[in-house]
């Protein structure tokens, strides 16, 4: 009697862990950062966690190397922004360098870690944009200056 009520007891947490886990789930990122449209200069990107959970610190590597003859500098930013049409959250930006480590002229490597929280709901699909620029600081939008993008990757969640 005692055994078939552990058999029984094991069988039912088993059903019940199985179907609490989703068989849904978003396609992993990793290797999926292609070049973005229209611009030379890309850069690797790894990304964790991948795919990407809210809420929770999202911290994203790039590596890369200046090849279109565009300098990176000290007020060049790395802006990453998440959503389909409009951004799920505001656009987080960072430094692409420091004084130590800038100008990045070409055929010389970069890379950059940074973290930031993602607090916001994500949509069933989305895209990410990791853009180098220099950002018009009287742009409300995070345009850039001259619409210059020096590097970018991006990849679509869906």
């Not at 009520?5 to 179907?19: E, K």
């Not at 409009?86 to 480590?101: A, G, I, L, M």
């Given at each position: 009697m005692i055994r078939n009520?552990?058999?029984?007891?094991?069988?039912?947490?088993?059903?019940?862990?199985?179907?609490a886990i989703s068989l849904h789930k978003r396609q992993s990122l990793f290797g999926g950062f292609g070049p973005c449209p229209n611009v030379e200069d890309t850069f690797s990107v790894t990304m964790s966690p991948d795919p990407l959970v809210s809420p929770h610190l999202i911290t994203i590597t790039i590596a890369g190397e200046e090849v279109d003859?565009?300098?990176?500098?000290?007020?060049?930013?790395?802006?990453?922004?998440?959503?389909?049409?409009?951004?799920?959250?505001?656009?987080?930006?960072?430094?692409?360098?420091?004084?130590?480590?800038?100008?990045?002229?070409?055929?010389?490597?970069?890379?950059?870690?940074?973290?930031?929280?993602?607090n916001a709901p994500l949509p069933p699909s989305y895209q990410i944009d990791l853009t180098i620029g220099?950002?018009?600081?009287?742009?409300?939008?995070?345009?850039?200056?001259?619409?210059?993008?020096?590097?970018?990757?991006?990849?679509t969640v869906s």
């Open positions: 009520f552990i058999f029984v007891f094991i069988l039912l947490a088993t059903l019940t862990i199985s179907n003859g565009l300098t990176i500098d000290a007020v060049s930013s790395l802006v990453i922004t998440i959503g389909a049409t409009v951004p799920v959250q505001t656009p987080s930006v960072f430094p692409v360098c420091n004084s130590t480590d800038c100008p990045i002229f070409t055929g010389k490597p970069y890379s950059q870690t940074v973290t930031f929280l993602l220099n950002i018009n600081s009287s742009s409300p939008d995070m345009s850039f200056l001259h619409d210059e993008i020096l590097a970018c990757a991006m990849a």
